[in-house]
């Protein structure tokens, strides 16, 4: 599975947007790029996926690199209830295989008040 | 409509003993996910499960684990003789098709004295 690479953690103020990057130079064109987070003690959560084109849903934007190789989460107005792990994930269409996901070390939001 | 439920969400067990988990899918989901988080470490995959069929257990560890999802009632994981290494967080996901969005248990809590 191709990899992905993201900062260890990044901190952000409250009510500020966060854009939260994601670098995946080895992504094939068959690739979803996912993204899931983690709140403290709870399980992940779904947050939004893309092909090629930018997403926009009530949680997040999604805007994709042109070639690809990298994609940028975007949190409009942080609260205090984004604070968590946030996961960028590569899924691959109609895996006969398998449906795995493979989750990295993420990146750690803080968000201050 | 609830939402993927583990229980127990916190299992004791000495060593040597026996932990049963379950997980109870989404409502019309037959696609079932396990995932392991060892202390301060990511979520690795250990089992995909499909209606009473094992799809992918590549990250399932060869001895003493065991996963299954019967036509009736939850999926459940089963870990013999457990050693303190097996103390982690299990969680749950479930799908209603292959490829789309996995939605999360809160978890069960193993802790291996």
């Known amino acids: 599975d191709a990899k992905t690479t993201q900062p260890n953690s990044m901190e952000s103020n409250e009510e500020e947007p966060v854009h939260l990057p994601c670098n995946h130079s080895?992504?094939?064109?068959?690739?979803?790029i996912h993204w899931y987070r983690q709140l403290p003690s709870q399980g992940p959560e779904y947050v939004i996926h893309?092909?090629?084109s930018n997403v926009n849903n009530r949680m997040a934007s999604l805007a994709i690199a042109e070639d690809r190789k990298s994609s940028t989460l975007i949190l409009h107005r942080a609260t205090l209830r984004d604070a968590a792990v946030y996961y960028c994930?590569?899924?691959?269409?109609?895996?006969?295989?398998?449906?795995?996901?493979?989750f990295g070390t993420g990146t750690r939001l803080a968000v201050r008040p | 409509n609830a939402g993927v439920m583990q229980n127990p969400r916190h299992l004791v067990r000495r060593r040597g003993q026996e932990a049963r988990l379950r997980c109870s899918p989404m409502?019309?989901?037959?696609?079932v996910y396990w995932y392991r988080q060892l202390p301060e470490e990511g979520l690795k995959f250990m089992v995909y499960?499909?209606?009473?069929?094992?799809?992918?257990e590549s990250g399932m560890p060869k001895e003493r684990f065991s996963a299954e999802f019967p036509k009736e009632g939850p999926s459940i994981l089963r870990i013999q003789q457990v050693v303190r290494g097996d103390s982690a967080a299990y969680f749950c996901?479930?799908?209603?098709?292959?490829?789309?969005?996995?939605?999360f248990g809160p978890g069960t809590r193993l802790t291996v004295l």
């Open positions: 499960l499909q209606k009473e069929n094992i799809i992918d």
């Open positions: 080895t992504i094939s064109g068959t690739d979803y």
């Open positions: 893309g092909l090629t």
């Open positions: 409502k019309g989901h037959s696609h």
């Open positions: 994930i590569l899924r691959r269409e109609k895996k006969s295989s398998g449906d795995k996901l493979t």
């Open positions: 996901a479930s799908s209603p098709q292959m490829g789309s969005e996995q939605f």
